[in-house]
């Protein structure tokens, strides 16, 4: 934020207060780096430069001799990077790797949205066409040509719907884990008010980010490295202006046109669902049925938010067979899987 912006904020305030919010700025701004490619040396993975911006990814291609294999994109959610998928990603990428009768095995990709992780945090509107540029430029640049099949967890479950409705050549099958839908984040001052925005989002929202996303736990004990994991990502310049205008222009749309056109192509889709979310809760998958009626639900016991990161050991097992099951009826892509 720029110290214009302060002085439009408090400046028709007392000086008192006005000394008080922008030593508030300073103080709690945890913004101190740039993204460089020096930066970027140092982190796991590869980078494309896309016009938006560099993209950080992870690719992970099966051995030659495997012929049946699908691409599978994981699409993250709001505000944690590509390394929310881990447990998703090593399993993907071992299944059918050691089993030579298995129906296929799978090329994975992940990577991090823009204004997260070590992707760039470029000066634009975070809104789904930015995201849709994303993640088609991403395929084209890698060389990947659908059909291939999207993951998206949370905001990503949108972001996945969104490509699907307007790429549908692209997309063979969707997986939604604990999906957003039509305006489950809801507005308020941050995205109502400019520059109270900003400052909200600097002196208030930012800095509880990190351990707030224990509330995405069902058992937030079991993760207590999660918060320090998550701030590496928040001293980098851009990271509170890519998540304030993704909530201004992103997350409070409504999708319900887009589920409900992907689930009239007849498309596969799984959902999985912690059973509790309070984020988003299970009663979303009510609604998400009635757009998409062929979808196939499991609920995950045990689990909140997050749930193929807290139960891997069950939800990976689903997701698999769903994938496999599409090879073994290629005729089936207007079935329910």
């Not at 071992?94 to 990709?109: H, I, Q, T, W, Y």
């Not at 823009?114 to 991403?138: E, K, M, N």
């Not at 891997?312 to 899987?337: C, H, M, Y």
């Amino acid at each position: 934020m720029r110290k214009l912006d302060l002085v439009l904020i408090f400046g028709s305030l007392p000086a008192g207060f006005l000394l008080l919010g922008v030593g508030a700025y300073f103080l709690l701004d945890q913004e101190t780096m740039t993204l460089t490619d020096e930066v970027r040396q140092t982190a796991p993975g590869s980078f494309l430069r896309l016009p938006d911006g560099v993209v950080h990814y992870e690719l992970a291609s099966p051995p030659p001799t495997r012929t049946d294999v699908r691409t599978v994109v994981l699409v993250h959610g709001f505000s944690v990077p590509y390394y929310i998928w881990d447990p998703t990603f090593e399993a993907l990428v071992e299944a059918g790797r050691n089993d030579p009768a298995s129906a296929g095995s799978f090329r994975v990709l992940r990577y991090d949205l823009y204004g997260r992780g070590y992707s760039d945090r470029p000066d634009v509107t975070y809104d789904a066409d930015l995201y849709d540029r994303q993640l088609a430029g991403l395929l084209s640049g890698l060389g990947i040509a659908g059909p291939v099949v999207l993951v998206g967890l949370s905001m990503g479950g949108p972001i996945i719907v969104t490509f699907a409705d307007r790429h549908p050549e692209q997309v063979r099958s969707l997986a939604l884990v604990d999906s957003a839908y039509h305006g489950s984040r809801g507005p308020g001052l941050l995205t109502r008010t400019p520059y109270l925005g900003e400052f909200l989002m600097a002196v208030s929202t930012a800095p509880s980010l990190a351990e707030g996303q224990l509330a995405d736990f069902y058992d937030p004990s079991r993760f207590p490295d999660w918060p320090d994991k998550y701030r590496v990502q928040m001293q980098f310049k851009g990271f509170r202006r890519a998540l304030l205008s993704t909530l201004r222009h992103f997350a409070a749309r409504d999708v319900q046109g887009e589920f409900t056109r992907v689930g009239k192509s007849g498309r596969p889709v799984l959902l999985v669902w912690g059973e509790a979310d309070q984020t988003v809760p299970v009663t979303v998958t009510k609604e998400i049925l009635k757009a998409i009626p062929q979808a196939e639900l499991h609920v995950i016991e045990e689990a909140a938010h997050l749930p193929h990161y807290e139960r891997p050991e069950v939800v990976n097992p689903i997701l698999i067979e769903f994938l496999l099951n599409q090879s073994r009826d290629r005729k089936g892509a207007g079935k329910t899987p």
